[in-house]
């Protein structure tokens, strides 16, 4: 089982950033796929970005090139850097870890960006 724990969200000003962390539990975590998702209120979740257990990553349209996902297997720990922030990025943040066919979720941490 792996449990997952966000942090890192708050309250910033457009242009501004932020740095989430998922720290993960368990031995399984360097094995695992990891992705972040974001829910505003009203929405659905969406999927915002992946890094596989090797490192390669995927960006949803509406992140490329501002946010960033990386990895330290060694801390069992992601993270997703957020630059050049809009309030359309105010959301719920979630980590989810995907291992053997199993998805492992986080409680999620609240972005909020305002204009």
Not at 11 to 20: E, I, P, T
Not at 49 to 78: H, M, P
Request: with cysteine; net charge positive.
């Amino acid at each position: 089982q792996v449990q997952l724990v966000e942090s890192g969200g708050g309250l910033v000003q457009a242009g501004g950033s932020l740095r989430l962390s998922c720290a993960g539990s368990g031995s399984i975590f360097s094995m695992a796929a990891m992705a972040w998702f974001r829910q505003a209120p009203g929405k659905q979740r969406e999927w915002v970005a992946t890094i596989s257990e090797l490192g390669g990553t995927n960006y949803a349209d509406s992140v490329k090139g501002r946010f960033s996902i990386s990895r330290d297997n060694a801390k069992n720990t992601g993270f997703l850097q957020m630059n050049s922030l809009k309030p359309e990025d105010t959301a719920v943040y979630y980590c989810k870890a995907h291992w053997r066919g199993l998805d492992y979720w986080g409680q999620g941490t609240q972005v909020t960006v305002s204009s």
